[in-house]
């Protein structure tokens, strides 16, 4: 891609009124824009990193036997009524009311998905059912000043599971959060997972999935010997003064919910098992907040210049800079190799600044091809050097073209 025609271009500077690091190099780097507090468009760059961590998020989800599909998220009234989330969740939802009836705006969708779930099973041979999808979902979030962590509309993958018996729902449970490790892993931050309360979801103990981070919101303890991290909210005031329990500010990244049968009772979502009796099937749900990755990955990999990304969710795999018309020809075969390049051909702007847009873009590996570096390799006939560089080293190095190829 041609960095001249990219939209849009970087700022100098972010709108005053975000104190977040995401969102300020994610704004001053062209992957975000802010409509109003707690909304922004994601840009193509943006896009890219999002489709990126959504590609990993899909493959795990696939590898755990789940199928993808898509839900609406404009809701009636009277599905949440079934469930008294209507007024429950009233807070955190966004209610109104059009042509006498009223809807809701998708905060979630357990009970959307049971109402496909009672439509389309009717025995235990039916069970289990595992689906999920990628989407908005809007809350009415009080506080919206963490940039993309904390969005009033954000993106989510949100998997859900059916289940005719409590033994099978937790053996699924479980490998769902082992693929939440490895997707977490592949995408290159370190979790931990914490046991917390349900909120409006469920009575009983989920599982969290939280990136250490000084700027997060949420603080974990772990002593020595615990097989997991807790949140605050079901630390004992006994465990709250132990010296040998240590603390961490950390991310939500994920959530998962062993929600039980609750669901399933109240909107009749019922099975005919072996013996031949009804029985409610057994529901979790497992959400993770790709925008939220996004911001996080940029609060845990950056520095003073701009962002850092991994490598298995930056933008591009390559930042070629153009500082001599002869790095068309590099880029041509960066591209005819499959090379993912962001090549920077502003012919009219100077060294300085595409270096800068680089650093602030953080692309992994940075390539110049200039007048100094194809003098360097006049030595060989015909082999332009090429200077690299890694986004996270000030090494620079001068490398043939089969050398850089061969890095990537
Ligand atoms: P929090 O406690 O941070 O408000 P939550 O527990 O309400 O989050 P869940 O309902 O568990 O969130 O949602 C699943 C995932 O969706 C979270 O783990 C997070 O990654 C993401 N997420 C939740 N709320 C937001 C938000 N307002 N903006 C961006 N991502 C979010
Ligand atoms: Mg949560």
Redesign the pocket.
Known sequence: MRYSQFFPQTLKEAPKDEVAVNAKYLIRGGYIDKLMAGSYTLLPLGMRVVQKINQIIREEMNKTGAQELLMPLLHPKEIWNETGRWDSASEVMYQFEKNDKEYALSF?HEEIVMDLIRKHTSSYKDLPIKVYHFSTKF?N?LRAKSG????RE?M?KDLYSAHFSEEDLMEYYWKVADAYLEIFKRIGIDVKIAEASG?VFTTSHTH?FQALCEVG?DTIYHKEGWKFWKNKEVMTEEELSDPDVKSAQAI????IFPLGTMYAEKMSALFTDQDGSKKPVWFASY???P???MGTLVEIFHDDKGIIWPEAVAPFQVHLIGLHEKADSVYHNLLEAGVEVLYDDRWDTNAGTKFADADLIGIPVRLVVSTKTLSAGSGQAGTAMIEWKKRDSDKTELLTFEEVLARI
Do not use: D
């Open positions: 979630t809350r979030e993309i962590l904390r969005g954000f989510m909120g969290e919101e939500e990244v994920g959530n959400g993770i907040g925008t939220r990755v």
